[in-house]
């Protein structure tokens, strides 16, 4: 094991680019950011990743103005840029805000590489995403604590505890009453916040064809959920996004945690800055430090946060030497445990107003661009195929739990038994809960288009991130290992085929002109599946790769969100998920990193998250239960090359 005790050296590198004639547009905004590279020589956290969680670290931590915080973020500020809602955020895919991942080749998709966005901004995803604010069910949020087996920390993540942290994150604005009265809108305010700093609303601004669309035109099997929010996400509705009613704009982890805050002194923010790796070396390696007194966060997302680790020599031992890393700590479950949503659509054209018609012809009013595919249902597998089906796909499944295990890309036993803990868990849910295995979303952001898309929300197939090259400028490899267990494509096929019912039915039905994708000509259980090999894509909400799990089951972090065989890193974003949930992944990602602050700061501040780095039924142990501020130190070095800054930063 690799212990990283404040005592013993510690290195965290990172290079950064800093234009030196750059100037922010706003002065509100440039609060805490650091342009000219300048930062202190001491501080008390480190943040790595400026993103959806990173930035709420940031905000929660440095409340206690006795604590210095550094945020390090590999994009740019994004000062320049307001980033827009769901009609013109694809502007920022595949741009300078994205990562612009792809998957490697999917076998079980004829081959196919699928785009994964991941933002590369301050906000990280949460500025160029749908906005959806959709939380996990209470059944999904306690299948996961019940996977920690009762370790110290495990309370953390009761639903009261974690949807008390979802709520501190939300301000919720109520709809006007002319659009809850046109689109029939229905929520519940206790379940909301009113905390601050994101606020949540219903859009502006609501089409005839977004009542018409699954709320109504559903098998009647499917009925309308009271509010998302209250955990009971099932069924059909107008969900909240994540929107500021002041000025319908989009409300992401910058705008709400950072912009508003006063200048703090003891919060530096440095984008353009790439971490390289934390690694253990001896004093006096560089030319100048900082110290780092109490730990480092890892908050690069489900891509990001193993990558450091593994960079780091941190995960399985195969991969660290393939790459040509030296293994410090080998942990099986780094990069594994990866799942993400499927989503496939089938469009119908229409001579009724859609929002995208109402854009391509100009309108551009702030309650209008504030307009979202907010209409989402989410269908248990009774609804979808029937009980009698259901019945015989979930037995089969339970079966198949010897067979599948082989699916997983490791070698390392744990890991299996991560999975098979995991794949028992989902048949538990599939079995004696009304969760949904099917989000339906419709979509009228395109001109003269409707769509209503089909996403998995429980994929079985295991897939994995690894790296294969010591560089932290060269991607990571990205096989999420789609379709590989075939009742995945199953519950897809069926999920579709619900789609094309409630397109075809009474009254949305009234608004469609014909069916233009895939059309008629996919219509058996056999085309289903060939068309969806060939056009389903990814939701964007992959998970898991820093999984909260029993070290013997492949976990890479505790219930207290540290990493094993570490004393001071922590990851706190969405790959600490163990299972997939039945949501998008802002909502929950916020509350992790809500929560992750709590457990901080009890912990230095002496209140109940203190503890040891309890290895979950492991022989092995090691943790950080005082307030040391033995100082480690982050040193710096300087050199230019082809006219930019870059910065290497050592942490020891």
Partial sequence: ???????????????????????????????????????????????????????????????????????????????????????????????EYDYAYSTASQSNMNGRSLSWPRGKVLG??????????????????????????????????????????????????????????????????????????????????????????PRRSMLSALNRALDGASGENWGAYITQSFINPTNWTRSYTRSAYIDPLPPRS??????????????????????????????????????????????SG?????????????????LPGVGQHVQDHLVAAIYWSTDVETAGTLYANGLRTPEFTSYINSATAYVNLTAIMGESARSELVQSIADAADTSASLVPSQYQEVVAGYRSMYSKAVELFQNTPVGNIELLLAITGAGAVGIQAGLQHPMSPGHIYINSSSAFDYPVIDPG???????????????????????????????????????????????????KDNARTEYHPRGSCSMLPLDQGGVVNAKLQVYGTDNVRVADSAIFPIDMSCHLEAPTIGVAEKAAEIILAQYNGGSGSGSNSN??????????????????????????????LVGVLLF
């Fill in 1 to 95: 094991m690799w212990p990283l005790t404040l005592t013993t050296a510690t290195l965290l590198t990172l290079t950064s680019h800093v234009a030196a004639t750059y100037l922010p547009l706003a002065s509100l905004r440039s609060r805490n950011v650091v342009y000219d590279g300048s930062i202190s020589k001491e501080y008390d956290f480190i943040i790595v990743g400026g993103g959806t969680a990173g930035l709420v670290l940031a905000a929660r931590l440095s409340e206690d103005s006795t604590k210095t915080v550094l945020v390090l973020e590999a994009g740019h500020s994004g000062d320049d840029v307001i980033f827009p809602t769901t009609l013109t955020s694809t502007l920022f895919t595949a741009s």
């Fill in 314 to 330: 941190i995960g399985p031992t195969d991969v660290l030497e393939s790459a040509g890393v030296t293994v410090q700590n080998a």
């Fill in 124 to 213: 990280g995803s949460s500025a160029i995403n749908g906005m959806y604010a959709v939380r996990p069910p209470q059944v999904e949020v306690e299948a996961w604590q019940s996977l920690l087996d009762g370790q110290d920390g495990a309370d953390n993540w009761s639903w009261d505890s974690f949807n008390a942290a979802m709520k501190k994150s939300e301000t919720f604005t109520a709809p006007t009453a002319d659009v809850e009265a046109m689109a029939h809108i229905t929520y519940d305010e206790s379940v909301h916040g009113k905390m601050v700093p994101c606020t949540t609303a219903i859009p502006d601004l609501n089409l005839v064809l977004t009542e018409t669309g």
């Fill in 482 to 532: 789609y379709l590989s267990h075939s009742s995945d494509l199953t519950i897809l096929r069926e999920g579709i085929k619900l789609a094309r019912i409630a397109g075809n039915t009474p009254p949305l039905s009234n608004y469609l002109t014909g069916e233009t994708s895939p059309g008629s000509e996919v219509d058996t259980d056999e085309e289903w599946e060939a068309w969806l």
């Fill in 266 to 311: 003891n919060l530096d923010i440095l984008a353009d800055a790439t971490v390289t790796r934390i690694y253990a070396a001896s004093a006096g390696a560089a030319t100048s430090s900082v110290s780092v007194k109490k730990e480092v966060i890892l908050a690069g997302g489900v891509i990001g946060s193993p990558q450091v680790l593994m960079l």
């Fill in 616 to 645: 979950g039924g492991s022989s092995s142990s090691s943790g950080n239960s005082d307030d040391s501020d033995s100082a480690s130190s982050l040193a710096l070095s300087w050199w230019t090359m082809l006219g930019a800054s």
